[in-house]
């Protein structure tokens, strides 16, 4: 029987010298592979969406709270909405009346906090408030809701203040 003229190139020695070359460009382009998973996502139209760029705090009852607003994606207006504003760390002592009329301020409990969100000129876009439940929390966490629904790309500082609850 007459051997094949590529008889000679299919010997076990090229065989056993191959396979580490085939397991390396096999790797090799599995590794490409991976980088090709990757997408790219555009969220509203490449414009940043940022909170807490300015904050004013003229609260005399609490003057370490932390506002948290969160935003929804709201897909037939192609935006992100302001949705709630939480306010954290609020102290819910309620103030203390001393002989005379005295007031001992010790924290927003049966206060009215006032959460406004300002657009970048300072006019503003929406206001919520809340009366602060009195409660012996010196941290305590309470949710506002702002109305109507607005932008979140349009916000630039939020404010909180506190008063006297009047009613």
Same mark, same amino acid.
């Given at each position: 029987?007459?051997?094949?003229? /590529?008889?000679? !190139?299919?010997? !076990?020695?090229?065989?056993?010298? !191959?396979?580490?070359? /085939?397991?390396?460009?096999?790797?090799?382009? /599995?590794?490409?592979?991976?980088?090709?998973?990757?997408?790219?996502?555009?969220?509203?139209?490449? !414009?940043?969406?940022?909170?807490?760029?300015?904050?004013?705090?003229?609260?005399?009852?609490?003057?370490?709270?932390?506002?948290?607003?969160?935003?929804?994606?709201?897909?037939?207006?192609?935006?992100?909405?302001?949705?709630?504003?939480?306010?954290?760390?609020?102290? +819910? /002592?309620?103030?203390?009346?001393?002989?005379?009329? +005295?007031?001992?301020?010790?924290?927003?409990?049966?206060?009215?906090?006032?959460?406004?969100?300002?657009? %970048?000129?300072?006019?503003?876009?929406?206001?919520?408030?809340?009366?602060?439940?009195?409660?012996?929390?010196?941290?305590?966490?309470?949710?506002?809701?702002?109305?109507? %629904?607005?932008?979140?790309?349009?916000?630039?500082?939020?404010?909180?203040?506190?008063?006297?609850?009047? %009613?």
């Amino acid at each position: 029987m007459s051997k094949s003229p /590529l008889a000679n !190139s299919f010997n !076990s020695k090229s065989k056993k010298r !191959s396979k580490p070359i /085939l397991i390396l460009a096999l790797l090799g382009i /599995l590794g490409l592979g991976g980088g090709v998973l990757a997408a790219n996502i555009t969220i509203n139209a490449d !414009s940043p969406v940022e909170f807490g760029q300015g904050a004013a705090a003229t609260m005399t009852c609490d003057t370490a709270v932390q506002l948290y607003p969160t935003s929804t994606y709201d897909e037939t207006a192609n935006l992100f909405r302001l949705t709630t504003i939480e306010i954290r760390k609020l102290n +819910q /002592l309620a103030p203390i009346v001393s002989s005379g009329d +005295q007031v001992a301020d010790l924290g927003c409990g049966n206060k009215v906090l006032t959460v406004k969100a300002l657009d %970048s000129t300072g006019a503003v876009l929406v206001v919520a408030t809340a009366v602060v439940p009195s409660a012996t929390a010196t941290e305590g966490t309470i949710t506002l809701t702002p109305t109507p %629904s607005i932008s979140s790309t349009a916000i630039a500082k939020l404010t909180i203040e506190s008063n006297d609850n009047l %009613s």
